[in-house]
């Protein structure tokens, strides 16, 4: 294996350990501190508090859980697969590895709790957790490092090709 992909599967799988850590550490956190269903102030206009959803993003798909894990493991499988064939692509360690960590976090608390615990929330919008920002920012910065194109050629080999005849 060349020294560039190996690098490139090292820095996916420290981000993706680094999510999940982070977010099982927080979740066991507010469920130890945090009694389920109430709220405390922590920033103007951020509280937490101690809920569980059992769907995906909004609570949507709250009904077939297992059917939510086999489709959340089919795009994490797509997403190696992608990332092994593009591993030269600058910055494309790093969605990878948000949204391992994100589903993975995730994927753990719906099959030894039942459900995700969720517990930011702020005004408008549905209680979330770390596992759900790193996925959020992951697929933002997927659709960045896909935006960027194919990585740089070597700029010798590319005025060979484009040279006049």
């Known amino acids: 294996m060349d020294a560039s992909v190996g690098r490139a599967w090292y820095r996916v799988a420290l981000v993706t ?17 945090i009694d389920p269903g109430s709220r405390h102030k922590f920033l103007p206009a951020i509280d937490l508090v101690n809920v569980r959803n059992r769907g995906i993003a909004f609570g949507l798909f709250t009904e077939n859980a297992t059917l939510l894990t086999v489709l959340t493991l089919a795009a994490l499988a797509l997403l190696l697969v992608y990332f092994a064939r593009h591993t030269d692509r600058a910055l494309a360690w790093l969605p990878t590895g948000l949204l391992l960590g994100g589903a993975l976090g ?19 919008w ?14 933002l910065s997927l659709l960045y490092v896909i935006e960027q194109g194919p990585p740089a050629q070597n700029p010798s080999s590319r005025t060979a090709r484009h040279a006049d005849p």
């Open 17 to 33: 350990a680094s999510v999940l850590a982070l977010d099982q550490i927080t979740k066991a956190l507010v469920r130890s501190s």
């Open 126 to 139: 549905p209680s979330f957790n770390v596992a759900d920002m790193a996925i959020t920012f992951g697929v």
């Open 106 to 124: 995730n994927i753990f608390d719906r099959l030894h709790r039942g459900a995700v615990t969720d517990f930011i929330d702020v005004p408008l």
